[in-house]
């Protein structure tokens, strides 16, 4: 120890003497610790760890996908598929729907839009989570007339009660209804949307409760002690032949479509559109990384060559090679551990940075922190490098000709053959890295050009968008909502600077899309020809002259389509094909 702490004092000494390495090595290992800092604590957040649940890796998702009908990537089921699972998939301890449900809340005498989600009181036992005060639903709350009770998050109990325990038993109204208050959940507590401010229980019809294939529900199941996700998969494509022979009539559109239920873990479905992106993204940071380390490494044997008469004076008054080895690796570790440092420092700035400019959409975006294992990566990746730069110089210091080095005062410093070619390996090396990041980053590049230039099909330029949700006490069927949106869009259309104006269920990309099956009224499907399910959504007159969405054939919607006129619908160029006449 007393070696090591001698060491440390003279390599600090001879960093401080050489300040131009220690501030390339501080700044290049900052600039490279930081980009891995970040990029690994994102990835550490959002793949690597488990849900902040308790055992989140065994509750799973259950999604129903109709590949040939074009809804394929469904994440959804149905009612009617919960309780028959309910009754029939013995592998799972607990099961539980749930999709958001936003409503509007008084918050401090101000109507606001609040996001919300609507849950079957089993989700909370199923997730093993226990409100900070009070308590969450119970079954027969699950039920039709005794749903109205809300579970409020840590935030939204402090902004509208500052905390007041008493808050629990209150009455508070969403969307006109009144609901009785009883609990508040842990602060901190997050389950698939960190938006969500507030639970309440889902409670269905009998007709509800026996329908299928409306899949508009996330289902979720918790596996049993010693039960398998293969295990689940089986019993419920056991169960899903069950119900095509109860159901006949629908057996061959089911087929058709490639009906079927894929069961995968819940975090994956979570994750998997972002995945592969982050760890691409974490792939070049390491390529940084690695450029940054072999630059250093060049580095490093410069100074050496710098220093042979330093080495070797030390080696004629008696110092060991392996001592002055051990020297420069600590002299090398010690900057290497100061630039890493300072590289999470940064990191810290970056992560904050991100948050910034919109990276709190990405999912589990609120969970990404660095934490102590990003904290210790970061620090190891520091030593490594360190080790690596103090590491290169080996065969030179064993190999250095004290008598020849002492007595030539007219060499250059060059450092031999062997020295020589090691560097042009280094060189070469780095090269070689830095053209993979290059030509990754020239096709990322392409690739986002070549996005930026693709038509969408609307105009974005001087078109703005505002969101409502009317509360269904008010308007409780589509003709009161109707005359609702049609009295503020004359509003919206008398302002000087609105040339147009319309409404829509669902902006584009904004994915809050309806799937529905469609077929042309008299078509004969053909044998093991399937139905279509586009994504559909509902829109007023003025919405296509707004979005300046051109019109192939025949007419945009008008105000004599109304309530009382016959449905119509206008479709795209991808639909149009499977519902023209045969």
């Known amino acids: 120890m007393e070696n090591l702490i001698r060491d440390v ?40 760890r488990p849900l902040p649940v308790p055992n989140a890796n065994e509750i799973v998702l259950m999604a129903n996908r109709y590949p040939n009908a074009g809804a394929g990537n469904l994440n959804t089921s149905s009612v009617g598929d919960y309780y028959d699972r309910l009754r029939s998939v013995t592998a799972l301890r607990e099961q539980a729907l749930f999709r958001s449900a936003d409503q509007t ?67 508070l109204r969403i969307s006109g209804r009144p609901h009785t208050i009883i609990g508040v959940m842990p602060r901190g507590f997050d389950f698939v949307d960190p938006e969500v401010r507030f639970w309440v229980p889902l409670a269905f019809t009998p007709g509800e409760k026996a329908g299928h294939h409306s899949n508009n529900w996330y289902h979720i199941g918790r596996l049993k002690t010693g039960a398998t996700l293969v295990q689940v998969q089986s019993q419920i494509d056991a169960l899903n032949a069950v119900n095509l022979e ?30 592969c992106a982050l760890y691409l993204l974490w792939g070049g940071a390491i390529f940084v990384l690695l450029i940054g380390a072999l630059n250093l490494a060049n580095v490093g044997f410069a100074r050496l060559t710098n220093r042979r008469k330093e080495i070797a004076t030390r080696l004629a008054l008696g110092g060991s090679r392996t ?40 999912p589990r975006a609120s969970e990404v922190h ?94 703005l968008t505002a969101s409502t949700n009317a509360p269904r006490s008010r308007y409780p069927g589509d003709n009161a909502l109707g005359a609702l949106m049609n009295r503020a869009l004359d509003s919206i259309r008398g302002l000087p600077a609105v040339v147009s104006a319309g409404a829509t269920t669902a902006i584009p990309f904004g994915g809050d899309y309806d799937d529905t099956v469609m077929v042309a009224e008299g078509y004969v499907m053909k044998p093991g020809e399937s139905l279509v399910s586009p994504r559909r959504l509902a829109v007023t007159p003025g919405y296509f002259e707004t979005m300046k969405i051109a019109l192939i054939r025949g007419r945009y919607f008008g105000d004599e389509d109304n309530a009382s006129s016959p449905p119509a619908v206008i479709v795209d160029e991808k639909l149009a094909p499977f519902l023209a006449e045969p």
């Open 9 to 48: 004092k003279y390599s600090a000494r001879s960093l401080l003497r050489d300040k131009a390495f220690a501030t390339t090595v501080l700044l290049t290992l900052a600039v490279c610790i930081a980009a891995n800092t970040t990029t690994f604590a994102i990835v550490n957040s959002v793949v690597l």
């Open 105 to 171: 809340l008084d918050i401090n005498g101000t109507p606001e839009q609040v996001p919300g989600m609507a849950v079957t009181p089993s989700l909370f036992p199923l997730l093993s989570i226990a409100p900070a005060h009070g308590r969450t639903f119970t079954a027969p709350e699950g039920e039709i007339g005794a749903e109205q009770k809300v579970v409020l998050s840590d935030r939204l109990w402090r902004t509208l009660y500052g905390s007041d325990l008493s808050a629990v038993g209150r009455e």
């Open 246 to 275: 109860r159901f006949p009539q629908f057996k061959d559109v089911l087929i058709n479509a490639g009906f079927h239920t894929k069961v995968e873990p819940l975090q994956h479905m979570i994750i998997k559109d972002v995945e």
């Open 323 to 362: 001592q002055l080895l051990r020297q420069l690796v600590v002299e090398n570790v010690l900057i290497a551990v100061a630039g890493g440092t300072a590289g999470v420092f940064l990191g810290v700035a970056l992560l904050r940075t991100l948050a910034a400019i919109g990276f709190n959409r990405f």
């Open 370 to 463: 660095i934490n102590g294992v990003v904290i210790l990566a970061a620090l190891g990746m520091s030593v490594a490098v360190g080790v690596l730069i103090g590491f290169m110089p080996l065969a030179n210091v064993f190999k250095l000709d004290v008598s020849s080095v002492l007595h030539d005062d007219s060499r250059t410093g060059t450092s031999g053959v062997r020295t020589r070619r090691l560097r042009q390996v280094l060189v070469g090396a780095e090269i070689g890295f830095a053209f993979v990041l290059l030509a990754g980053a020239g096709l990322l590049l392409v690739s986002f050009r070549n996005l930026l230039g693709v038509d969408p099909g609307f105009t974005r330029d001087r078109v």
